[in-house]
């Protein structure tokens, strides 16, 4: 096998209203660095059972623009309540980069699946982030 590692430029697109889901850099950073720990099996998530993947995200250094970033982009609206499926589209709008370019990330304080909608919704305890 390849031992090449693909290397994913990411943003974290932090959607807020200026409360407690206005997450600083260095939650973010832990978000990475656990996320690729999950790929390497290394670190906090390692398992004996676990296989390394040669994936590792990297905040974006680079905006669409050409400008330096540290890969995380705050916006303040109030879609940081959202409802899925209805809302996803318009959340995703406030603001994409390129996903041919950038593996693009939200963050929001809430998720609420409407009723008969199929999906999966993940939580993170947001002490753990």
Same mark, same amino acid.
């Given at each position: 096998?390849?031992s090449?590692v693909?290397?994913?430029p990411?943003?974290?697109?932090?959607i807020?209203n200026?409360?407690e889901e206005?997450i600083?850099?260095?939650q973010?950073d832990?978000a990475?660095l656990?996320l690729?720990e999950?790929?390497?099996n290394?670190?906090g998530s390692?398992?004996t059972?676990g296989?390394e993947i040669p994936?590792?995200?990297c905040?974006? *250094?680079?905006n669409p623009?050409? !400008?330096?970033t540290? /890969?995380?982009? %705050?916006?303040?609206?109030?879609?940081?309540?959202?409802?899925?499926?209805s809302q996803d589209?318009d959340l995703?709008?406030?603001?994409?980069?390129?996903?041919?370019?950038?593996?693009n990330?939200w963050?929001? *304080?809430?998720?609420?699946r409407e !009723?008969?909608s199929? /999906?999966v919704? %993940?939580?993170?305890p947001?002490?753990?982030?």
């Open positions: 096998g390849s090449e693909s290397i994913i990411t943003v974290v697109h932090v807020h200026n409360g206005n600083s850099l260095d973010v832990n990475i656990w690729n999950a790929y390497t290394s670190g390692f398992n059972d296989t994936i590792q995200f905040l974006a *250094k680079k623009d050409g !400008d330096f540290e /890969g995380v982009n %705050y916006v303040q609206n109030n879609l940081t309540d959202m409802l899925v499926p589209l995703k709008d406030l603001s994409r980069w390129d996903p041919l370019e950038y593996l990330i963050v929001v *304080k809430s998720i609420t !009723d008969n199929p /999906g919704i %993940y939580n993170v947001h002490d753990s982030v």
